[in-house]
């Protein structure tokens, strides 16, 4: 059961039920890229304006 890989949380829900005793999160993945294209500090990768554009 189970296996090792890597994933970047997009996203959460929780639900509270059973008179409020149960409280449940689901977390949705999807798997981690291999590299990421922005790294901070990292020279060719953060440069904001040159390599790196502001979104929301």
């Known amino acids: 059961m ?16 059973h ?8 977390l949705y993945l999807e798997p981690a890229p291999q590299r990421y294209p922005w790294k901070l500090g990292v020279t060719g990768r953060s440069e904001l304006g040159a390599v790196t554009h502001v979104t929301y």
């Open 2 to 17: 189970g296996h090792s890989a890597r994933y970047i949380i997009i996203g959460e829900a929780h639900e509270l039920s």
């Open 19 to 26: 008179q409020a005793t149960l409280w449940k999160t689901t």
